[in-house]
């Protein structure tokens, strides 16, 4: 039986490497490496969740077509209960084309695909009140369902005693808090990324953006900082800073904030507290930017925090 239910995107990742520029029209350059990888907030987290060693489901939707195929036969590998992924008969998997560059940076080139036709009517309840903690993952990218269906599934599972979590994507319509603002309140904890959570406060400092949903009625805020580690304040005044691991080889950062979420819940799911939630966190984030791919660093638990141990020595 799953523990976690991780609800959004599922996308189908082409990731090439080194692209430092795009080639001109008609012209043809050559890189070291195209693969293509299981992506999506859910999907990632699902399967990083798995690999760590937490049993998860995954619920989002995918179209009938080949990168369907691939993204569920990937999950589904990995050991993640994808029953609650309807299949569109009118719109393709979601894909992206993710250049990285020498420097390990990352740009996107996106297809919404079937995650903008998932709406509340795609969702198996079942799955969701038969886990522990549900993971919102990549909204902002799901606009059928984004904004008040989010907020009155946040409440209804709020309500049934699961623990809630979200974080978000970028969003290009630039609605940003509009949409977010009505799943405050039924939010236990809120993940997002540093530069979302500035489009999305207009603040610039952790504290000061972690204020902002406080305020609008988030228990716990959780700001990912990428290299430089999290910041984590609650409304009962806990808050600190959680630095990165350093000297780590960062091949790829692509789904980086996604395998630090899946740190994270973990740490929830076993009860450890906030500081050290976010030092696993940090660390299976460490890990993911050592490999090609959003999920290929990923280890067991007892790895990773003996990975942690060693750092702290």
Same mark, same amino acid.
């Given at each position: 039986?799953?523990?976690?239910?991780?609800?959004?995107?599922?996308? +189908? !990742? &082409?990731?090439?490497?080194?692209?430092?520029?795009?080639?001109?029209?008609?012209? $043809?350059?050559?890189?070291?490496?195209?693969?293509?990888? =299981?992506?999506?907030? /859910?999907?990632?987290?699902? &399967? !990083?969740?798995?690999?760590?060693? *937490?049993?998860?489901?995954?619920?989002?939707?995918?179209?009938?077509?080949? $990168?369907?195929?691939?993204?569920?036969?990937?999950?589904?590998?990995?050991?993640? #209960?994808?029953?609650?992924?309807?299949?569109?008969?009118?719109?393709?998997?979601? /894909?992206?084309?993710?250049?990285?560059?020498?420097?390990?940076?990352?740009?996107?080139?996106?297809?919404?695909?079937? #995650?903008?036709?998932?709406?509340?009517? !795609?969702?198996?309840?079942?799955?969701?009140?038969?886990?522990?903690?549900?993971? &919102?993952?990549?909204?902002?990218?799901?606009?059928?369902?984004?904004?008040?269906?989010?907020? #009155?599934?946040?409440?209804?599972?709020?309500?049934?005693?699961?623990?809630? *979590?979200?974080?978000?994507?970028?969003?290009?319509?630039?609605?940003?808090?509009? =949409?977010?603002?009505?799943?405050?309140?039924?939010?236990?904890?809120?993940?997002?990324?540093?530069?979302? +959570?500035?489009? $999305?406060? !207009?603040?610039?400092?952790?504290?000061?953006? +972690?204020?902002?949903?406080?305020?609008?009625?988030?228990?716990? *805020? *959780?700001?990912?900082?990428?290299?430089?580690?999290?910041?984590?304040?609650?409304?009962?005044?806990?808050? @600190?800073?959680?630095?990165?691991?350093?000297?780590?080889?960062?091949?790829?950062?692509?789904?980086?904030?996604?395998?630090? /979420? /899946?740190?994270?819940?973990?740490?929830?799911?076993?009860?450890?507290?906030?500081? @050290?939630?976010?030092?696993?966190?940090? +660390?299976?984030?460490?890990?993911?930017?050592?490999?090609?791919?959003?999920?290929?660093?990923?280890?067991?638990?007892?790895?990773?925090?003996?990975?942690?141990?060693?750092? #702290?020595?």
């Amino acid at each position: 039986m799953h523990e976690i239910t991780c609800l959004g995107i599922i996308v +189908a !990742d &082409v990731i090439a490497k080194a692209v430092d520029k795009l080639p001109k029209e008609g012209e $043809l350059d050559i890189v070291e490496q195209i693969e293509m990888h =299981l992506g999506g907030c /859910a999907a990632n987290c699902s &399967v !990083d969740l798995e690999l760590i060693g *937490v049993k998860t489901a995954v619920i989002g939707k995918v179209g009938e077509d080949g $990168l369907g195929s691939f993204v569920i036969g990937n999950m589904k590998y990995n050991g993640v #209960n994808v029953n609650g992924i309807s299949i569109s008969k009118t719109s393709k998997t979601s /894909a992206s084309i993710v250049l990285v560059n020498s420097k390990s940076e990352r740009s996107f080139i996106h297809q919404l695909g079937a #995650n903008a036709d998932f709406t509340m009517e !795609d969702i198996d309840l079942s799955i969701i009140l038969n886990s522990k903690i549900l993971f &919102v993952a990549g909204a902002l990218l799901m606009p059928k369902f984004d904004g008040d269906s989010t907020a #009155n599934l946040l409440k209804m599972v709020s309500e049934s005693g699961i623990i809630t *979590v979200m974080d978000t994507a970028w969003d290009s319509t630039g609605k940003w808090m509009k =949409l977010i603002e009505p799943c405050l309140p039924f939010l236990d904890y809120f993940i997002p990324s540093f530069e979302e +959570a500035e489009m $999305l406060t !207009d603040k610039h400092e952790p504290e000061e953006i +972690a204020n902002v949903f406080l305020k609008g009625g988030v228990k716990t *805020v *959780v700001i990912k900082l990428g290299s430089m580690g999290c910041f984590i304040k609650n409304r009962n005044g806990e808050k @600190f800073f959680i630095d990165a691991f350093k000297g780590i080889d960062v091949v790829d950062t692509t789904g980086a904030g996604d395998a630090f /979420a /899946a740190g994270f819940i973990t740490g929830l799911l076993k009860g450890w507290d906030l500081r @050290f939630c976010g030092q696993f966190a940090n +660390a299976v984030g460490a890990h993911c930017v050592m490999k090609v791919g959003a999920t290929s660093g990923i280890k067991k638990m007892d790895e990773i925090i003996n990975f942690i141990n060693y750092h #702290n020595k």
